[in-house]
C-alpha cells in the first residue's frame, strides 16, 4: 500500500488507519501516549547515522518525544508518502516547527520500521536538518 501527500499518486485508503498514520496523528496532537501506543514495549530505535543514540524500550521513546513537545511546541508532522508491506513499514517524513529559544525545527527524512501485531517493534530512522541555502547566503 503506497500513501503520499505530496505527490501526484493518489493516496490508497483503508478502512483502519495504519500505524504510520495513527504515529503522524499522535505527534500533530502532542500526545505521547497514543505516540507509544504505537509501539511494542521492547521496541529497538535506532538512527544509523547516529549510532550513538540507539536504545530498547518504549521509556526513552516517552523520555525523548515528551522533551520534544516541550522544547518544540507547535511541532508537526507530515507524512510524506508510505508503504506497508507485511510486517516492514517505509515512511518518508517532514516533521516543522519552532523551538522555545525561537529556532526553526525543520528536518526531513524516512523511517524504516519492523510491524509486530500491527504496531512497531523496531525502527531505523533517517532525519536530518533541511539546509536552506538561500538563507545561508543571506546571513553571510
Do not use: K
Amino acid at each position: 500500500m503506497l500513501n503520499t501527500t505530496e505527490n501526484t499518486i493518489a493516496p490508497v485508503q483503508s478502512e483502519m488507519p495504519t500505524v504510520l498514520q495513527r504515529m503522524s496523528d499522535a505527534i500533530n496532537a502532542h500526545d505521547v501516549d497514543a505516540f507509544v501506543s504505537c509501539l511494542t514495549h521492547d521496541y529497538q530505535g535506532e538512527q544509523p547515522l547516529h549510532p550513538e543514540i540507539a536504545f530498547i524500550g518504549v521509556a526513552q521513546v516517552r523520555e525523548n518525544w515528551t522533551g520534544l513537545f516541550a522544547q518544540v511546541p507547535d511541532l508537526r508532522a507530515t507524512l510524506v508518502a508510505s508503504a506497508i508491506d507485511g510486517d516492514l513499514a517505509w515512511a518518508e517524513w517532514h516533521w516543522q516547527g519552532t523551538h522555545t529559544s525561537g529556532s526553526a525545527l525543520n528536518l526531513r527524512g524516512v523511517s524504516v520500521a519492523g510491524l509486530r501485531n500491527g504496531i512497531m517493534a523496531w525502527a531505523r530512522i533517517y532525519m536530518e536538518p533541511i539546509h536552506d541555502r538561500a538563507i545561508q547566503l543571506i546571513s553571510q
